[in-house]
């Protein structure tokens, strides 16, 4: 029988993307193949202190890792979830919660019975019914409660972490499991002549590293699947105009169990707090904000002492019109940029990583499976671009042409359908292969100021006490985020860095 199996599977570029491609393939391809990862130390990464979402617990559960361990050697933090400041209007901040509002306890949803409440005068703000925020707001953290009774168990968690560290961690882990690194840059890429599928890469040194699959992880170079491949790009800058960041680090003061964004006027600042450091970044756009001015509010609106220069980095959003071409994979920022206003880069990376298992390829390379590859691909990032949009579209604020832009753009039909069900009746519609769930599209719905017009009707013809529920759900939460650690508390008794 024919032999269709690959045997050599080439990795351009470390970070984040390579190392964690790396480590996923070698804890997945125990043997019978070769995988060969190529980096160089002049080569940057854009790493900074990286904020996640939950599923990156997921993907080191996949490896085995520790996570008290993973948290000493990353320096990291725990994040309930994201606290919004300034975006729906001047002087308003809104908290989106990793976990639930509260548990269902009524057939119709429950935050039909807030809203209703809401209006009457005998409901608080909605962050108050969700115990992500109550433990947030205290600075508190524990894990959560096995016991699906409790409320300490309607809430998820993800990392802060310091991404330099975290793609060190994994190369051990990774060289340790038969994956082989090799030091230098790439000066010229062999296709063959009549498939255009990539033979091998030659190195500056003279060193030809010849592979079957390559994966491209060499960041926005987009070496193979754009330089060598031309494979093309969807730009998304007219819906999401923030083209530039600058990130510098500073000394931590507060260290909050959660990300903070707050907008400015011409884009966001990102607060990530870590144990040796909180990392800092302004996403803005160019179209209207000079580099300088932008410099100026980063380094106006730290809480600490900066440690170093602002550092300068410059993308455009889109995505590449195909994530696999011939036998090149594109993973990290190679496929595409979305800006990290939720925290998806990591996940991306994560997500591409469980595609390339589900769809591992033979020799042959189907091109049965490299088109639902780029199916699913495209549909996963063009939902998180949604979820990403809603932020800017549902504004209120006027007071700054960004703004004004963003409030009165068109935007994708997708998103527009979900938005005016809302609007309507509160109603969460689901899209396909949705990363954020129905709290997480509610929390920007209402914090963006997308008030419902109306309650689903089912409500009038219910018995449930809804004021009352949400009262007992409130004073319940308050009294169990008073009995946890304090987030640092939990860190120096677990997972405090050496």
């Given at each position: 029988m024919q032999d269709h199996l690959i045997r050599r599977v080439v990795i351009l570029g470390g970070g984040s993307a390579g190392w964690m491609t790396a480590a996923a393939l070698a804890q997945s391809i125990q043997r019978d193949c070769d995988i060969t990862l190529i980096e160089s130390e002049e080569i940057g990464t854009i790493g900074v202190g990286e904020a996640t979402i939950p599923p990156i617990r997921q993907f080191n559960q996949m490896l085995?890792?520790?996570?008290?361990?993973?948290?000493?050697?990353?320096?990291?933090?725990?994040?309930?979830?994201?606290?919004?400041?300034?975006?729906?209007?001047?002087?308003?901040?809104?908290?989106?919660?990793?976990?639930?509002?509260?548990?269902?306890?009524?057939?119709?949803?429950?935050?039909h019975w807030w809203q209703r409440a809401h209006a009457q005068g005998r409901a608080l703000a909605l962050d108050e019914y969700c115990m992500a925020w109550a433990a947030a707001k205290q600075g508190r953290f524990e894990r959560p409660s096995p016991d699906p009774r409790h409320v300490l168990s309607t809430y998820d968690y993800a990392y802060h972490f310091d991404a330099g560290l975290y793609a060190r961690y994994l190369r051990e882990y990774a060289e340790a499991r038969r994956v082989k690194r090799v030091e230098g840059k790439v000066r010229s890429v062999q296709q063959n002549a009549d498939t255009g599928f990539i033979e091998s890469l030659t190195l500056e040194s003279g060193e030809a590293i010849a592979g079957e699959l390559f994966i491209d992880c060499s960041g926005l170079?987009?070496?193979?699947?754009?330089?060598a491949l031309k494979t093309g790009f969807d730009d998304w800058t007219h819906w999401l105009p923030c083209d530039r960041a600058l990130a510098v680090p500073s000394e931590t003061v507060h260290f909050p169990p959660c990300t903070q964004s707050t907008a400015h006027t011409a884009g966001w600042q990102w607060r990530i707090p870590l144990q040796h450091r909180t990392g800092n970044g302004h996403v803005y756009s160019s179209a209207f904000m000079g580099d300088e001015e932008a410099a100026r509010i980063l380094m106006g609106h730290l809480d600490g002492k900066p440690l170093g220069q602002p550092r300068l980095i410059k993308f455009a959003t889109g995505r590449r019109k195909q994530c696999w071409n011939r036998n090149v994979i594109a993973i990290g920022l190679s496929s595409g940029f979305l800006e990290p206003l939720e925290s998806t880069s990591l996940h991306l990376i994560q997500a591409g990583i469980s595609k390339l298992l589900a769809y591992f390829p033979d020799r042959d390379f189907d091109p049965l499976v490299i088109g639902e590859f780029n199916r699913v691909a495209a549909t996963e990032v063009e939902r998180i671009r949604d979820f990403i949009i809603l932020h800017y579209h549902l504004t209120t604020r006027t007071d700054s042409a960004l703004w004004r832009y963003c409030a009165q753009m068109p935007i994708p039909d997708t998103l527009q359908y979900r938005i005016d069900h809302f609007k309507r009746f509160g109603r969460l519609i689901p899209g396909d292969m949705d990363l954020f769930g129905n709290a997480s599209w509610l929390a920007v719905h209402m914090g963006q100021m997308n008030w419902p017009e109306r309650n689903d009707p089912l409500i009038d013809y219910r018995d449930a006490n809804g004021t009352e529920y949400l009262e007992k759900l409130r004073l319940a939460m308050a009294h169990a985020a008073q009995g946890l650690p304090t987030h640092r508390a939990h860190i120096e008794r677990h997972c405090q860095a050496i």
């Amino acid at each position: 029988m024919q032999d269709h199996l690959i045997r050599r599977v080439v990795i351009l570029g470390g970070g984040s993307a390579g190392w964690m491609t790396a480590a996923a393939l070698a804890q997945s391809i125990q043997r019978d193949c070769d995988i060969t990862l190529i980096e160089s130390e002049e080569i940057g990464t854009i790493g900074v202190g990286e904020a996640t979402i939950p599923p990156i617990r997921q993907f080191n559960q996949m490896l085995g890792i520790d996570e008290d361990e993973f948290l000493r050697r990353t320096k990291g933090s725990l994040k309930l979830g994201i606290r919004f400041v300034d975006w729906g209007m001047l002087g308003h901040s809104y908290f989106h919660p990793f976990g639930s509002y509260g548990r269902p306890f009524d057939l119709v949803q429950i935050q039909h019975w807030w809203q209703r409440a809401h209006a009457q005068g005998r409901a608080l703000a909605l962050d108050e019914y969700c115990m992500a925020w109550a433990a947030a707001k205290q600075g508190r953290f524990e894990r959560p409660s096995p016991d699906p009774r409790h409320v300490l168990s309607t809430y998820d968690y993800a990392y802060h972490f310091d991404a330099g560290l975290y793609a060190r961690y994994l190369r051990e882990y990774a060289e340790a499991r038969r994956v082989k690194r090799v030091e230098g840059k790439v000066r010229s890429v062999q296709q063959n002549a009549d498939t255009g599928f990539i033979e091998s890469l030659t190195l500056e040194s003279g060193e030809a590293i010849a592979g079957e699959l390559f994966i491209d992880c060499s960041g926005l170079h987009a070496v193979l699947i754009e330089g060598a491949l031309k494979t093309g790009f969807d730009d998304w800058t007219h819906w999401l105009p923030c083209d530039r960041a600058l990130a510098v680090p500073s000394e931590t003061v507060h260290f909050p169990p959660c990300t903070q964004s707050t907008a400015h006027t011409a884009g966001w600042q990102w607060r990530i707090p870590l144990q040796h450091r909180t990392g800092n970044g302004h996403v803005y756009s160019s179209a209207f904000m000079g580099d300088e001015e932008a410099a100026r509010i980063l380094m106006g609106h730290l809480d600490g002492k900066p440690l170093g220069q602002p550092r300068l980095i410059k993308f455009a959003t889109g995505r590449r019109k195909q994530c696999w071409n011939r036998n090149v994979i594109a993973i990290g920022l190679s496929s595409g940029f979305l800006e990290p206003l939720e925290s998806t880069s990591l996940h991306l990376i994560q997500a591409g990583i469980s595609k390339l298992l589900a769809y591992f390829p033979d020799r042959d390379f189907d091109p049965l499976v490299i088109g639902e590859f780029n199916r699913v691909a495209a549909t996963e990032v063009e939902r998180i671009r949604d979820f990403i949009i809603l932020h800017y579209h549902l504004t209120t604020r006027t007071d700054s042409a960004l703004w004004r832009y963003c409030a009165q753009m068109p935007i994708p039909d997708t998103l527009q359908y979900r938005i005016d069900h809302f609007k309507r009746f509160g109603r969460l519609i689901p899209g396909d292969m949705d990363l954020f769930g129905n709290a997480s599209w509610l929390a920007v719905h209402m914090g963006q100021m997308n008030w419902p017009e109306r309650n689903d009707p089912l409500i009038d013809y219910r018995d449930a006490n809804g004021t009352e529920y949400l009262e007992k759900l409130r004073l319940a939460m308050a009294h169990a985020a008073q009995g946890l650690p304090t987030h640092r508390a939990h860190i120096e008794r677990h997972c405090q860095a050496i």
